[in-house]
């Protein structure tokens, strides 16, 4: 499924500088997340579409120790691989996200799912399942929000994507986000997915 457009596109963005998705922080959800989720320590944690992976290095200092990033842009995974390089609790892989292989106890979701392109949304849902072990979990944010452009990101509403994740989830939270960064206040949600069986 790579798609060679794509990743010429974010490889360029990251290239040119034009990140203006970064917060330049950790995602104030994703900690609210992490922080109500408590992972152990020692819990295998992903995160795909990881832009500057300022998640990562939080869960590092909290002594987090094993935490994979997949970024599809060589650009980027050459920055990540600079900072983290005394960070052994953090392993960079430059990849296609459909590609891997592993299974993961937490991933974490930082409107990834809003960057693909929209028909591979199916199978971006698919994926997740397959990548979470036996009781994993996948917790994050996705935009809550429609876009006044042709993306990415390309955006959606938290009811549009309840089906999808349903159908390969039997326990599926949706809910507005109340811990957004000022800049994205009222346009994103949470997302909380275990891979219980019933």
Known sequence: MTD???QEYWNSRWKEGKTGWDLGMPSPPILHLINTLQPKKSSRILIPGCGNAWEAAWLAEQGFQHITLVDISPELCRILEHRFATTPAVHIHCADF??????????????????????????????MADLLSAEGILAGVLFDTNFPFVGPPFGGHGEEYRPLFEHHFSD?????????????AGNECLLQCRNYQP
């Open 172 to 184: 599926v939270r949706i809910e507005p986000c109340t811990h957004s960064a000022a800049p994205r």
């Open 98 to 127: 459909f590609y891997l292989e592993e299974t993961y106890d937490l991933i974490l979701e930082q409107t990834f799912f809003c960057a693909i392109l929209p028909e591979l949304r199916n199978a971006y849902v698919a994926k």
């Open 4 to 6: 060679i457009k794509q």
